[in-house]
């Protein structure tokens, strides 16, 4: 018997050295100590560093699930630095790897360390592990404090991502809970003193039980009978197809049309002769070839050009060459083609091509610069080219523009009065608005079903992610703004939709097996 135990115990060595060497670079078995029963499990100084690996991998941990569900705002994200630094690179990308990686090692340490404790060893942190646990925890509280400042918004996008997530979220913490029961219940009954018993197993019981308990607290719209499941969202483009075509081009447009989207979404900007013309940003520079044409002119407002010069320039080149979205597919050769020679669209183009497909049309009207000839009589031009130019049906027309709003209305009756922001339903009745068109951070199903009963309907920009697009169909929102239309007309019901009955019987079975396993560790 004695032989027997003693080999079983040398078998087990080469995993304990491992688990040391990779942790502590303590590979010889005489350079580690075991945990005496009723006594810690590693010394004084490695005690006070062991809450700080717990802390790193929770904020990277944090930070990891706050980028990955701001996915679908990375171009925003792009588009902000370009601004800044004056020329494109995918730094969205960059930084959810960067954070994956330092996740991924972060974690590879946490379980090193239960399993250490699992078997009794005594904890001993490599000095360069110590030195990247510092890394790790001060990136990921930079980075996440940058990102509070710079882009607060952001943690609405989270606080959404768990009206969806938080089911799957329950189930991972309970996992990783019932993981955690054997070091605990190791070293709770190693101990010689009830009160240390205490202290270890009582936050774990109390966390146990809060997370038993936290679904009673849950809300999703998608977490619904069956039957009460409103109409899937309209589609407008934004900017067209911009995965698939250079934004705001002809091509962009077609692409929308070619994958059944119902409206398409635009910019407008005044020539300095008075031609409206699509483009989003203030100045040429990212979208064109400015810089090769007229290199001293590439801050220069777009608006101060003339229409002449405008079209010239060509729209496409830079979409090949900069590829601005992540998630873009390879083009075919006519694609890359046609996407080469795209040039600036003028807003009466835009109109017709919308007409002869019965699609609707929003577009942000951008007021001129100072001393622009048409700074003062911008809308009355933009309303010119609509009514007399391009034989637009009015009702095709969501007018988004506040500024003279009651001018437009008596010019033009018959466009959908479209507002940017939330109001009283009065105020909204009473200047005849029949749209609201909100950022999707403010969504809520409560205020949609509100408008709804006041026959306002909701649009929500920019949804270009399906869990997001899910949420704003559960949550009754009549249409979206998007980037991804060639992907979201694929989805034919939400995803993560369930019944109540669904999810009390996820929520009872794990946490019914949960208590079933953790008894069971502890009890053996």
């Known amino acids: 018997v004695v032989r027997r135990h003693l080999l079983q115990r040398y078998e087990h060595q080469p995993f304990i050295s491992c688990l040391a060497g990779f942790y502590s670079c303590r590979w010889k078995r005489y350079q580690r100590r075991r945990t005496e029963p009723g006594k810690c499990c590693c010394k004084t100084r490695e005690c006070v560093f062991f809450p700080l690996l717990v802390g790193a991998f929770c904020f990277s941990l944090l930070f990891l699930y706050m980028w990955s569900e701001a996915k679908n705002d990375y171009n925003n994200f792009d588009w902000y630095n370009y601004g800044n630094l004056g020329f494109w690179f995918l730094w969205s990308l960059v930084l959810l790897i960067v954070a994956a990686i330092l996740f991924t090692y972060i974690t590879l340490l946490l379980v090193l360390a239960m399993c250490l404790l699992a078997e009794g060893q005594q904890l001993y942190l490599h000095w360069s592990h110590k030195i990247g646990t510092f890394l790790v925890l001060g990136f990921s509280i930079t980075a996440l404090f940058i990102l509070s400042v710079l882009w607060g918004d952001q943690w609405k996008t989270v606080r959404l991502s768990f009206q969806i997530t938080a089911p799957y979220l329950h189930i991972g913490a309970i996992t990783i809970m019932v993981l955690l029961s054997w070091p605990v219940a190791l070293h709770a009954i190693r101990a010689d003193k009830k009160v240390v018993q205490v202290i270890i197993v009582g936050p774990y019981l109390a966390i146990l039980l809060f997370l038993f ?27 067209g197809a911009p995965m698939l075509a250079p934004e705001n081009t002809e091509m962009s447009f077609q692409k929308t049309i070619e994958h059944c989207g119902d409206g398409l979404e635009t910019d407008v900007t005044i020539s300095y002769d008075g031609v409206p013309f699509l483009m ?7 979208t064109t070839n400015i810089k090769e044409v007229y290199p001293n002119d590439t801050a220069q407002n777009a608006a101060l050009f003339s229409w002449d010069t405008l079209k010239e320039l060509n729209a496409g080149t830079w979409f090949l060459k900069d590829k601005p979205f992540s998630c873009m597919g390879s083009l075919s050769r006519a ?48 309303l010119e080219v609509i009514l007399n130019e391009s034989g637009i049906r009015p009702h095709l027309v969501l007018w988004l523009e506040n500024d003279m709003r009651s001018f437009v209305q008596s010019v033009a009756p018959g466009f959908q009065q479209t507002m940017g922001s939330k109001a009283p339903v009065e105020d909204l009745v009473m200047d005849n608005i029949v749209k609201l068109n909100l950022a999707y951070t403010e969504m809520s199903s409560e205020d949609i079903r509100k408008y709804a009963e006041a026959n306002i309907t909701t649009n929500l920009y920019v949804v270009n992610e399906p869990w997001l697009f899910s949420l704003a169909w559960c949550s009754g929102a009549h249409s979206v703004t998007t980037n991804a239309v060639h992907t979201l007309k694929n989805l034919s019901q939400p995803l993560f939709l369930m019944t109540p009955q669904q999810y009390n019987i996820m929520w009872i079975l794990t946490d019914l097996t949960s208590v079933l396993l953790i008894s069971l560790i502890f009890a053996l």
Not at 351 to 362: E, F, G, P, T
């Open 213 to 239: 308990l936290i679904p009673l607290g849950m809300y999703s719209p998608c977490i619904r009978e069956m039957g009460t499941l409103g109409p899937k969202p309209a589609l407008i483009g934004h900017r």
């Open 280 to 286: 989003h940003d203030s100045t040429l520079r990212r």
């Open 335 to 382: 694609d890359q083609n046609q996407a080469m020679n795209q040039s600036i669209y003028k807003l009466s183009n835009f109109l017709r091509l919308a007409d002869s497909q019965n699609k609707l049309v929003i577009f942000d009207l951008y007021r001129p610069p100072e001393k622009h000839p048409y700074r003062n009589s911008w809308i009355n031009r933009t």
